[in-house]
């Protein structure tokens, strides 16, 4: 009976708190028009209707809004990054073009993540980090954008095992919330593109790069 009661304390504590990221798409400005509500990602809209539509959007947590489908290199990434539930129009350049959605890191901001990404401005491929990883294997030297959710610094290397030059990246706290994020294209980081072989949990460089919004 004890055990029962706790797991339902512990599920509606869940609910009420809403950790999971969710965004709505919308076909007209200021939330008007058709919707969309998406939890979890979407590569390519078209196959839902929902291509090249989309003109303002409400969404809690932090998301990757691109301009072709399968997240893949188009003319924009719109990033979307909230600790609340938040609503806004996308610029004008930006608008009647989305064709895929994905959430940064595991879709909880709580959870402490290194997200690499294959191209600029979080496009391509993916590879989610939660350890220390002394060779990146398949994700060796194509890293171009780095994410951080959860209030962990991470150290990133040229060469596998923690060796060659490197730059720790410290997430920074959102005003008002308790939530971490960073977000760092390699070229800011000081790193040619396509060198990170391996990661490491923490601040091990001497070399140190926070992330302002
Ligand atoms: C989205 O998340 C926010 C924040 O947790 C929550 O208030 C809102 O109800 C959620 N919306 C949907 C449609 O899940
Ligand atoms: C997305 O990627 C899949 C798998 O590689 C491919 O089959 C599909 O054609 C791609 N879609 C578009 C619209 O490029
Ligand atoms: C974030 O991490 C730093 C360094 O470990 C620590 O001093 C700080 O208390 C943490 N903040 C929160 C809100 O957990
Ligand atoms: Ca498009």
New binding site residues.
């Given amino acids: 009976m004890m055990m029962f009661t706790l797991a339902i304390v512990f599920s509606l504590a869940l609910a009420v708190n809403g950790v999971g990221f969710n965004i709505t798409l919308y076909s007209g400005l200021d939330q008007t028009g058709a919707s969309l509500l998406l939890l979890e990602p979407n590569h390519d809209l078209g196959t839902i209707g929902f291509e090249d539509v989309t003109k303002s959007i409400c969404g809690y947590g932090a998301w990757l809004l691109y301009e072709d489908p399968n997240y893949s290199d188009g003319q924009f990434t719109h990033l979307l990054v909230t600790p609340f539930y938040a609503c806004e129009n996308l610029p004008d350049t930006r608008q009647d073009k989305v064709s895929s959605v994905r959430f940064i890191g595991t879709g909880n901001f709580y959870n402490e993540v290194l997200t690499l990404y294959e191209h600029p401005e979080g496009a391509g491929g993916e590879y989610l980090v939660v350890r220390d990883e002394d060779n990146l294997f398949n994700f060796n030297d194509v890293t171009s954008t780095v994410a951080v959710t959860g209030?962990s610094s991470w150290t990133l290397y040229h060469d596998q095992y923690y060796e060659g030059s490197s730059v720790c990246v410290v997430p920074s706290?959102i005003e008002n919330s308790?939530v971490?994020f960073g977000y760092f294209s390699i070229d800011d980081l000081g790193f040619q593109n396509d060198q990170v072989s391996s990661v490491r949990k923490g601040c091990f460089s001497a070399d140190i790069k926070y992330f302002e919004f």
């Fill in positions: 209030n706290n308790d971490f």
